[in-house]
């Protein structure tokens, strides 16, 4: 071929990759203005949503505000078909999924909690790469301590309860090159020291493995533990109650009937939009008998807190009451152990981070008078490191 | 905002584009354009700070007149002198600051018992010591005489604030580009170089920079007692990858977008990891910065023609002044002043004995030097980059049980890595002159076009569509080079 047939073929290659250029960096207006939006089972939380549009000063002021605050680089088009793809390449073709990630991949389709946020990392505590100082457990005990006998010249019981992390019961499908560094973890630093002050703590862990021996204690896609595992928990919260009150009967297993069906939506697959490809069934524990506890009507979350203040009751006035500080993994907990308490008041305080120790809602306590408080952690955040401004009692 | 980003990616630039290519008529009109679009990338970013860039624009506009109009009566070195220290001033005012603050506390006030002065924090307007330093290389060139002064204020501004190289370079010189500002065109040609400019640069800064980024910001977040010699010189390895691809990524995009818009700026790197010495080292990197402090601090203090004492303490001092400008802290002053002190050795019979040395270990030489300056480049402070020196010299207190090399490295970071180690080397250079070589013997359409439409149909949108999935997906993106 001549020169100049050359020289032309070139000057078309030219046109062709300045169009196809042109046309790519088009293409994310064009689906916006198109309204094309494929569904891409991708979870996520819309931390800088764009207000409603008037021609006002103040709110033209907020929309230039969000769109300079990466606005549109979390709203351009096909954007989550992207994140999709780039997921499939890095965790399904590359194998790629690191404990700095928000979920890390484990074997066998496993998927682990781990870059919760800047500051927790859940498979770096499970490695324990920092175990907690003297004066950190020192610090946290002294929170316990206070909380404890505040409650007890109030002539109110104090448990707290710990439901562990994922991969403290399923480690074995954490990639073996994630090795851990030390025999104990601080969970174990925790309970001892607790223990070692005189506060009562239920550590869940084994309770959990028995579930696990037995059956499905945590879903493999999400990071909680089923209905099946809540139950093994709620046995050993209920004999531990007996303590305290000698009438409460934990519920034999028989009560209920064990089933599963699918549909499953792990929360751990849809952050890493693949849901569709993770798949897993529900647990589910269908009680034998008619429920006597109901759920009454609540009230709006107050300043600090996650959700409505649920109550539950049951007719039954003798039994004793309770406030239960919670977080995400009491919720299978509550249709098993409402049963056993006339009134059960439950608040979803902030967890622990890396500024604030999570509430304690003493006036919430003050009003309800219950016999019990039961303060509820997951692991990781009962084993963070005290935040510097960690105070003996939410001022 | 930056280039590799949606909001310039998939809005700004098409807009812009748009504009430019269909909406502006004349010269005259498309740089009114890419002004007023400098200056919002410019705001987008930096707000009200743009103020800061406007003052400097109004004022060396004025400084340039005043240096020319001196040139009739006077050598005009008053007028020159105020006019950089005009420029000097802001620079220090905006960057150093506190760090002169902080030091004046540390040595000065509280050892005397004084009460510590308090100015607060100084904002740092992204690029400002690179229109600072375009500035000074405009008023220079007057001086010279090598140029006259732009009698445009809006010409002028778009020297300065040209967006492509506006908050990361290159530094451009205002005589390298005067004529453009007044004369361009783009062929298709041109434009399409431009196109794959751009890609190959956004393909170094997020599918290799971006990854690699992330094991080393791990490894450097390592506490100093558990950090053990592989697993630090594995940090360090990353990052000079990281480094290398993430700047010279930006200025193969910087590059590429000033080719799109009839603009053609010098190159800034030339594959430095090859370098047989750190004087070559530096002849290939960042070779805007270095060349102009050989052309405005380096030369004017008399260069090599001195007395060998005279030339070290010269090159010591254009260095430590060289760190300083990368950022306001001993550790880059302290990267600054290791680099003057190689180029000082090399100027020794060291130097002569290193030329004359086997190629391996000369080449060992250099990457020793250089990554152990990294060190100091990316360490917080100086107890964490002495931590990390003692952990690469066998001397750190880890023990590998809490990090250990495994833990920093999958299949794509495996992956990428020997692409950035094979892409540190010259080898797509070498590729092209073969193909020309082969082109030119044969004349055959597979070594013209054809490799052409590989290239620029097949890989570059790969590399485009790659990137474009990374961006949605990741949000570790700032430049590294953004802080100076």
Same mark, same amino acid.
């Given at each position: ?115 919760? /946020?800047?500051?927790? /990392? ?139 069906? @699918? ?7 849809? +952050? ?120 003996? +009692?939410?001022? | ?27 005259? #009109? ?26 400097? #624009? ?56 004084? %009460? ?8 740092? @307007? ?22 006259? @002064? ?121 594959? @430095? ?30 260069? /090599? ?95 590998? +049980? ?80 953004? %802080?100076?």
């Amino acid at each position: 071929m001549g020169n100049t047939a050359n020289s032309r073929a070139s000057r078309i290659v030219a046109v062709m990759v300045s169009i196809v250029f042109i046309g790519a960096i088009l293409v994310p207006v064009t689906a916006n203005i198109l309204k094309i939006n494929p569904e891409v089972p991708l979870q996520e939380s819309d931390t800088n949503p764009m207000p409603s549009f008037s021609m006002d000063f103040p709110t033209v002021g907020q929309v230039i505000y969000k769109l300079r605050r990466n606005w549109l680089d979390r709203n351009f088009g096909l954007r989550r078909v992207l994140v999709r793809w780039e997921q499939l390449l890095d965790v399904r073709v590359l194998k790629a999924s690191m404990p700095w990630d928000p979920v890390l991949a484990g074997n066998d389709d496993w998927l682990y909690l781990a870059q919760e /946020n800047p500051q927790l /990392n859940v498979v770096n505590d499970w490695r324990v790469t920092v175990p907690l100082t003297p004066g950190q457990l020192d610090i946290w005990v002294n929170i316990f301590r206070t909380r404890r006998d505040w409650l007890a010249e109030k002539g109110i019981r104090y448990m707290v309860v710990v439901a562990p992390n994922k991969v403290s019961i399923y480690p074995d499908y954490i990639p073996k090159r994630f090795t851990k560094a030390r025999p104990f973890n601080k969970m174990d630093q925790m309970v001892q020291a607790l223990t070692s002050a005189g506060i009562d703590v239920v550590d869940l862990r084994p309770a959990l493995r028995e579930a696990r021996a037995n059956g499905t204690a945590f879903y493999r896609t999400d990071s909680h533990w089923t209905p099946f595992g809540a139950f093994f928990a709620y046995q050993e919260i209920a004999s531990r109650l007996q303590k305290y009150f000698p009438n409460l009967k934990p519920a034999p297993l028989s009560d209920y009937a064990v089933g599963e069906r @699918p549909g499953l939506k792990g929360g751990l697959a849809g +952050m890493i939009a693949m849901s569709d490809i993770y798949t897993e069934n529900v647990v589910t524990m269908e009680p034998l008998s008619p429920r006597k506890a109901r759920e009454t009507t609540g009230r709006e979350a107050g300043l600090n807190e996650f959700q409505p203040l649920s109550i539950y009751e049951n007719e039954d006035a003798s039994l004793p009451r309770t406030v239960v500080l919670r977080d995400s993994f009491v919720h299978e907990v509550i249709p098993f152990l409402a049963e056993h308490f006339s009134r059960m008041v439950f608040v979803w305080p902030f967890p622990t981070d890396a500024v604030h120790v999570r509430g304690f809602k003493p006036q919430i306590i003050l009003d309800e008078k219950p016999d019990i408080v039961i303060d509820e952690f997951v692991e990781r955040y009962f084993t963070q490191p005290p935040p510097p401004s960690a105070l003996p +009692m939410e001022q | 905002m930056v280039f590799s980003s949606a909001s310039f990616l998939f809005y700004f630039l098409p807009l812009v584009l748009l504009l430019y290519y269909v909406g502006a008529s004349t010269l005259k #009109i498309r740089n009114t354009l890419l002004l007023a679009a400098s200056f919002v990338f410019y705001a987008w970013g930096e707000g009200a700070y743009t103020i800061v860039m406007a003052i400097s #624009i109004l004022a060396n506009f004025w400084f340039g007149l005043w240096v020319h109009n001196a040139h009739r009566t006077s050598s005009a070195k008053l007028q020159i002198g105020l006019a950089i220290a005009f420029n000097i001033t802001l620079l220090v005012v905006f960057k150093y600051t506190n760090f002169i603050v902080d030091n004046l506390n540390h040595f000065g006030v509280i050892p005397l018992g004084l %009460q510590p002065i308090d100015v607060g924090k100084v904002h740092l @307007p992204i690029g400002v010591s690179f229109f600072t330093f375009h500035c000074i290389s405009y008023l220079m060139d007057i001086y010279r005489r090598q140029t006259p @002064p732009n009698a445009s204020l809006g010409q002028l501004a778009l020297y300065i604030a040209l967006f492509p190289q506006l908050v990361a370079g290159p530094i451009v010189r205002y005589k390298d580009i005067a004529s453009q500002l007044s004369g361009r065109t783009v062929t298709v040609e041109r434009f399409a170089y431009g196109v794959q400019r751009f890609v190959t640069g956004l393909g170094k800064k997020v599918l290799i920079a971006n990854v690699v980024a992330l094991p080393a910001d791990k490894i450097f977040a390592v506490p100093a007692d558990q950090l053990t010699t592989s697993v630090a010189w594995l940090g360090v390895l990353y990052y000079t990858l990281q480094i290398y691809f993430d700047f010279s990524g930006y200025s193969d995009m910087a590059i590429g977008l000033a080719h799109m818009f009839g603009f053609k700026f010098l190159e800034n790197f030339n594959y @430095p990891y090859i370098s047989r010495n750190i004087r070559e080292f530096w002849r290939r990197w960042h070779i805007s910065l270095s060349t102009w402090y050989r052309d405005y601090l380096y030369i004017p203090l008399g260069g /090599n023609r001195c007395s060998n004492a005279r030339v070290t303490f010269n090159l010591v001092l254009v260095f430590f002044l060289c760190g300083l400008w990368h950022g306001a802290s001993w550790s880059f002053i302290i990267w600054g002043l290791f680099h003057g002190f190689f180029l000082g050795l090399e100027r020794t019979r060291f130097g002569a004995w290193m030329d004359k040395a086997w190629s391996p270990l000369a080449h060992a030489y250099t990457m020793l030097v250089v990554m152990v300056g990294w060190v100091f480049f990316r360490a917080e402070n100086l107890d964490q980059a002495t931590a990390f020196l003692k952990a690469m010299a066998g001397l750190g207190t880890g023990t590998g +049980m809490e990090w250990h090399p495994g833990l920093f490295i999958n299949p794509k970071v495996a992956i990428v890595l020997v692409l950035a180690v094979v892409g540190s080397a010259p080898v797509i250079p070498w590729l092209a002159a073969w193909r020309t070589r082969m082109l030119e013997r044969t004349g055959s359409f597979f070594y013209g076009p054809f490799v052409d439409a590989l290239t620029g149909l097949v890989a570059m949108p790969s590399i485009l569509l790659l990137s474009c999935m990374a961006l949605a997906s990741g949000t570790h993106n700032p430049f590294i080079y953004f %802080q100076f």
